[in-house]
């Protein structure tokens, strides 16, 4: 019997990186959470904020799936940490704001904080910016790797998860075989039983119809074989390299097709809960399967 009540695993990695030098200290974080598809987040300081495409394109050549947080934190030292204004792109700004306003009067114009946070208004002096995007380039690529082996040590546990409940599917496949003779005498009963309705206005047409019927609702074995089948090549891209997460999304549903189909043939009561029984086991396999890349 399945425990209905079994949570299931989220994955979640994380990952953290500093960096030293004269001109400052850089502290980097990654998150990562379960999400069927990649979806990339940064915080970056302001002047740091073009390294933003490369570290995205990274993530896209690297991971298939979660939902990436990238926190990048700069603090320029003491002796480098002056701020200038870069008029010529304030100057820009400025005319595009005018524009706004002459063409939407009702919109609120920011302040000169807002302006202040605008990418490029506001330069750092006195610091080689382009060492410090090195590091802080350098420092993304070894927390991603942490972040990388951390997935796959989540992985490996949720592998061996999703394999016990492969193991009870094949359990409830057994089961139903087993209760096949049950399940055939029932459908015979059931059969008699609307014979015994129209005796008296008995068809041929009608007891054929009605004999096709029951072939159709007795013949489970297609979908028993079909289960197994699945179940093994889940278990077979479980030892493969590489994403495979989407194709056992597809393994997922055709899983759950068989189950709703067993379930619609069912006569008796244990093959309707042993379906019942697939339908959980294969959605706590889907829930942990968007985990997998």
């Known amino acids: 019997m399945v425990d209905h009540s079994t949570r299931v695993h989220s994955m979640t990695a994380f990952a953290r990186g500093s960096r030293e030098g004269d001109w400052g200290s850089l502290q ?5 959470v379960n999400q069927r598809y990649l979806e990339p987040f940064f915080r970056l300081p302001e002047a740091l904020r073009d390294l933003e495409p490369s570290f995205r394109e990274t993530l896209r050549e690297r991971l298939a799936r979660g939902k990436v947080e990238c926190y990048l934190r700069f603090e320029p030292t003491d002796a480098s940490e002056s701020l200038a204004v870069n008029h010529k792109r ?3 700004l400025a005319e ?4 706004i306003r002459e063409a939407l009067p009702q919109v ?7 302006l202040l946070d605008h990418p490029g208004i506001v330069e ?3 610091i080689d910016l382009e060492t410090v995007k090195a590091e802080a380039a350098s420092l993304f690529q070894v927390s991603l790797d942490e972040l990388i082996d951390a997935r796959a040590r989540e992985g490996a546990k949720l ?3 999703i394999r016990e409940r492969l193991s009870g599917v094949r359990e409830q496949v057994a089961e139903v075989r087993q209760r096949m003779p049950e399940i055939l005498e029932r459908q015979r009963a059931q059969l008699l039983e609307r014979l015994e309705a129209i005796r008296a206005e008995l068809d041929p047409q009608r007891l054929e119809a009605e004999l096709v019927l ?5 013949d489970v074995d297609e979908e028993l074989d079909r289960l197994e089948t699945h179940v093994g090549e889940v278990e077979r891209q479980l030892g493969q390299k590489g994403p495979k997460g989407r194709r056992l999304d597809f393994l997922m549903q055709e899983l759950n097709r068989e189950a709703n189909t067993l379930s619609s043939k069912s006569a008796v009561a244990s093959t ?7 339908k959980v086991l294969i959605e706590q396999m889907r829930e942990q399967i968007q985990n997998i890349e």
């Open 124 to 126: 750092a002096q006195g």
């Open 214 to 218: 029951l072939a159709q609702k007795a």
């Open 272 to 278: 309707t809960r042993c379906a019942v029984e697939l």
């Open 28 to 32: 980097l974080e990654l998150r990562s």
């Open 90 to 92: 304030l100057v820009a």
């Open 96 to 99: 595009a704001l005018g524009e």
């Open 159 to 161: 592998a061996t998860l």
């Open 108 to 114: 609120a114009m920011p302040d000169a904080l807002a």
